[in-house]
């Protein structure tokens, strides 16, 4: 078991990532030694991972960050970085190496403050690692003053300082970063390659195995949670009965209140017992554990972490709703095919009687219509139109077709 294995359907950017790796053993090894670095190396300190959701950038970037620590004796023998058993590799795997830190943010946006924490620690020499590597999982929420912040760390980086970002596209990044990094870009992995990691990894039934990655259409994490989440499958089910439902202006409104109201839901549930935690803890911290009255000067943090705990939910329900949103986009994509004569590769074969209704009743022309309808709703929630008045907006043009 070498990092790769987790990195599915992505042979180049492994092959890419895996030579890297060798040529920064090499400069360490050198460095070490007080010899002159080999020129041509393929190591730079700023990587930038870009591909569509579920192709696997933040996977790629934990397993290249294992392959610059690995401390393998093969590697002397002519190994290559990786090899997935050593402390090294395991504890960037797992997230407990004290030289790996990743990023991640619950949060609507990554701001100014969290990013100069961030560029403070990237400029001290790795503790016990072979490189202090800085993994962004979410490069394209900065906030344009953060992006600011990071820029200088990127430009002038410590000597054993790797950056590791990653986004959806190279637009979602600030062209002064994007220009200061060595650019990757993922596929979509394949469906069939999808469905064998999660039999072989997962231990999934094949057959459940295989529906998920096609209804997911090669999206890892969600055909994992598909496959192991039975109300992740009866959100799923609801969401493609919406096209049904909205013959009529009632069915429309109903509909989407119900889409808010489950996309609520759910915000709460993933917020409930670790916005608890997070209080009990803050008060325990502040002297007033078990009830007990907080001390003076302490509202302004407990106000603070409030506002954190109210944005969070807000990003819960939104990718919530987005996710719904994909997979009514993935429905009407099966509704062209049909209108076309194509059967190959549906996506949504569990639903074929909902698709061939549709198809029936529609026309090419009126299915993309609808298509962009859900893009111009994606579009609203991120410009933080209300989420009710943006949905319904897209039921009346799915009604209207």
């Not at 890297?20 to 050198?30: C, E, K, N, P, S």
């Not at 709460?268 to 007990?292: H, N, P």
């Not at 062209?336 to 949504?348: D, P, T, V, Y």
Request: hydrophobic share 40%; charged share 30%; glycine share 8%.
């Amino acid at each position: 078991m070498s990092v790769w294995d987790d990195l599915v359907g992505q042979d180049r950017v492994q092959e890419q990532l895996s030579a890297a790796a060798r040529d920064a053993d090499v400069l360490v090894t050198a460095d070490a030694a007080g010899e002159p670095v080999p020129p041509g190396s393929k190591m730079t300190h700023a990587w930038l991972f870009t591909g569509p959701p579920g192709s696997g950038r933040s996977t790629a970037a934990r397993a290249f960050a294992a392959a610059l620590q690995c401390t393998s004796p093969d590697r002397a023998l002519g190994g290559a970085p990786g090899c997935g058993f050593c402390d090294g590799c395991h504890t960037s795997l797992i997230g407990t190496h004290a030289d790996v830190d990743v990023i991640r943010t619950d949060l609507l946006s990554i701001g100014v403050k969290e990013t100069r924490e961030l560029v403070r620690r990237a400029q001290l020499s790795p503790a016990v690692g072979r490189w202090q590597v800085i993994v962004m999982e979410d490069a394209d929420r900065l906030t344009e003053g953060a992006g600011n912040v990071l820029l200088k760390a990127v430009e002038e980086p410590a000597p054993r300082t790797v950056w590791l970002l990653c986004a959806p596209s190279l637009e979602d990044v600030l062209p002064t970063i994007r220009s200061r990094c060595r650019h990757l870009t993922l596929r979509t992995p394949p469906v069939d390659a999808v469905a064998d990691v999660l039999v072989r990894r997962d231990g999934i039934d094949p057959e459940r195995a295989a529906a998920a990655a096609r209804a997911t259409q090669g999206h890892i994490g969600r055909a994992r949670r598909l496959a192991t989440d039975e109300r992740a499958r009866a959100r799923r089910a609801a969401v493609l009965k919406l096209p049904l439902r909205v013959e009529d202006i009632g069915g429309c409104l109903k509909a989407a209140q119900e889409l808010i109201d489950t996309a609520t839901e759910d915000a709460k549930q993933a917020s409930e017992e670790v916005d608890a935690k997070e209080t009990e803890d803050m008060k325990a911290a502040l002297g007033a554990a078990g009830g007990g009255r907080m001390p003076r000067g302490t509202a302004g943090v407990m106000k603070e972490l409030e506002d954190k705990q109210k944005r969070r939910k807000t990003r819960t329900q939104r990718d919530s709703l987005d996710l719904a949103l994909t997979e009514l986009t993935g429905f009407y994509r099966d509704v062209l095919a049909l209108q076309f004569g194509s059967r190959i590769a549906i996506a949504n074969a569990d639903a074929e009687d909902a698709l061939d209704r549709v198809a029936r009743a529609s026309t090419p022309e009126r299915t993309l219509r609808r298509i962009e309808a859900v893009s111009a709703c994606r579009r609203a929630l991120d410009r933080n139109v209300a989420p009710l008045l943006a949905v319904e907006a897209m039921t009346m043009a799915l009604r209207a077709g």
